[in-house]
């Protein structure tokens, strides 16, 4: 149908073991997909991550094939065709090959907000996970980032890595990620001399990202979007009145 995507009812109500960042990419496949009659298309990560704003695309859609939820062959620099994949012997409107790969791996996430408890207990639980949901979603997007232009044995332990990665805080967190684009803008430069690049988890231990060539374009960075945010709003009114506007 013009202008309408059919995502099925069983999906919408039951997310099934999804993160919200797995349902949010999901959708975005079905709009390309579904969206325009077809259950097969080429699909770059970059548009996806246009489309939903977030991060770590190439893991997430990994984690969605390993569910059952779509399916796609990898070709390394190439984009891939992206298969939805239709609920086989579903039960209560739940997709079976999906139930059963969530409780193999153990992949258990935050419940949808209509299953969840109205109680202070249950608040807290869904807070603790979607911290930890997104904690993890920024560890994978700093691995996939900082091994980008390294060498693999850069990335020495992940267990100690992952240690000194939770030991940073809210600030720390952002200058840390915000900062990879400027690193990588000189790891992958041909006269790096990579042997005196630390190790991701020395990296982290030190703060190597808050150095001055690194926090000085971020803080531009984070200038130039706080004005043109200052400039919505005195526009619009609100952010969320130049979402619904660009949406139209």
Same mark, same amino acid.
């Given at each position: 149908?013009?202008?309408?995507?059919?995502?099925?009812?069983?999906?919408?109500?039951?997310?099934?073991?999804?993160?919200?960042?797995?349902?949010?990419?999901?959708?975005?496949?079905?709009?390309?997909?579904?969206?325009?009659?077809?259950?097969?298309?080429?699909?770059?990560?970059?548009?996806?991550?246009?489309?939903?704003?977030?991060?770590?695309?190439?893991?997430?859609?990994?984690?969605?094939?390993?569910?059952?939820?779509?399916?796609?062959?990898?070709?390394?620099?190439?984009?891939?065709?992206?298969?939805?994949?239709?609920?086989?012997?579903?039960?209560?409107?739940?997709?079976?090959?999906?139930?059963?790969?969530?409780?193999?791996?153990?992949?258990?996430?935050?419940?949808?907000?209509?299953?969840?408890?109205?109680?202070?207990?249950?608040?807290?639980?869904?807070?603790?996970?979607?911290?930890?949901?997104?904690?993890?979603? %920024?560890?994978?997007? =700093?691995?996939?980032?900082?091994?980008?232009?390294?060498? $693999?044995? #850069?990335?020495? *332990? !992940?267990?100690?890595?992952?240690?000194?990665?939770?030991?940073?805080?809210?600030?720390?967190?952002?200058?840390?990620?915000?900062?990879?684009?400027?690193?990588?803008?000189?790891?992958?430069?041909?006269?790096?001399?990579?042997?005196?690049?630390?190790?991701?988890?020395?990296?982290? %231990?030190?703060?190597? =990202?808050?150095?001055?060539?690194?926090?000085?374009?971020? $803080?531009? #960075?984070?200038? *130039? !979007?706080?004005?043109?945010?200052?400039?919505?709003?005195?526009?619009?009114?609100?952010?969320?009145?130049?979402?619904?506007?660009?949406?139209?």
């Amino acid at each position: 149908m013009d202008n309408f995507t059919q995502i099925p009812n069983w999906l919408l109500n039951f997310p099934n073991g999804l993160t919200n960042a797995e349902f949010r990419v999901l959708c975005c496949i079905y709009r390309l997909t579904k969206g325009y009659g077809i259950d097969s298309r080429k699909i770059k990560y970059s548009q996806l991550l246009e489309m939903c704003g977030v991060k770590g695309i190439s893991k997430i859609c990994q984690s969605l094939k390993a569910k059952g939820f779509i399916h796609f062959e990898s070709e390394l620099g190439k984009a891939s065709v992206i298969s939805i994949l239709k609920p086989i012997n579903s039960v209560n409107h739940l997709s079976k090959k999906v139930v059963n790969s969530v409780n193999q791996t153990h992949q258990l996430s935050s419940p949808h907000p209509s299953t969840q408890l109205i109680t202070s207990r249950g608040a807290k639980e869904s807070f603790k996970d979607n911290l930890k949901e997104k904690k993890e979603e %920024q560890f994978l997007f =700093f691995k996939e980032y900082f091994t980008k232009h390294l060498p $693999k044995e #850069k990335w020495d *332990d !992940e267990n100690i890595i992952r240690e000194q990665f939770l030991t940073l805080n809210e600030e720390e967190m952002k200058f840390l990620l915000l900062g990879l684009e400027y690193e990588n803008n000189q790891w992958r430069q041909p006269d790096c001399d990579l042997q005196f690049k630390k190790r991701a988890s020395v990296y982290l %231990q030190k703060r190597e =990202f808050m150095r001055d060539d690194i926090v000085k374009p971020v $803080k531009t #960075k984070l200038f *130039d !979007e706080k004005k043109k945010q200052q400039f919505i709003i005195d526009t619009y009114g609100s952010m969320e009145e130049y979402k619904k506007q660009k949406a139209v």
